[in-house]
């Protein structure tokens, strides 16, 4: 099948950058869409970022002109760069995949991936 594994998270002081990157492994055949969500502490996991298989990006706007999603397709990675960090963003960020991967009996099939989560924690 296919796995998700993110990276990057860490404490960081307002004002701060991050780099998130999630890394796609296992059978794939392609990717289409990846995305990044985040859920914060008592709260519903929200979208963040979107990067078509094409490079286009879509934000929400609480992170326009902070934060870059890009993706590197050779590698199957996504990434997240984070700018001028505020302390409400500070949640669990998580990577989302729309894969098509390679079945054991030959074929293949899409579904949809997500990663375990990485925690951002914007404090002074």
């Known amino acids: 099948q296919v796995q998700l594994v993110e990276s990057g998270g860490d404490l960081v002081q307002p004002g701060g950058s991050l780099r998130l990157s999630c890394a796609a492994s296992g059978s794939i055949f392609s990717i289409n869409n990846m995305a990044w969500f985040r859920q914060a502490p008592g709260k519903q996991r929200d979208l963040v970022a979107t990067?078509?298989?094409?490079?286009?990006?879509n934000y929400v706007d609480s992170v326009k002109g902070r934060f870059t999603i890009s993706r590197d397709n050779a590698k199957n990675t996504v990434y997240l760069q984070m700018n001028s960090l505020k302390p409400e963003d500070t949640a669990v960020y998580y990577c989302?995949?729309?894969?098509?991967?390679?079945?054991?009996?030959?074929?293949?099939?899409?579904?949809?991936?997500w990663g375990q989560g990485t925690l951002v924690t914007v404090s002074s």
């Open positions: 990067i078509t298989s094409g490079g286009s990006a």
């Open positions: 989302n995949a729309h894969v098509t991967y390679y079945t054991s009996g030959g074929g293949s099939r899409y579904l949809e991936v």
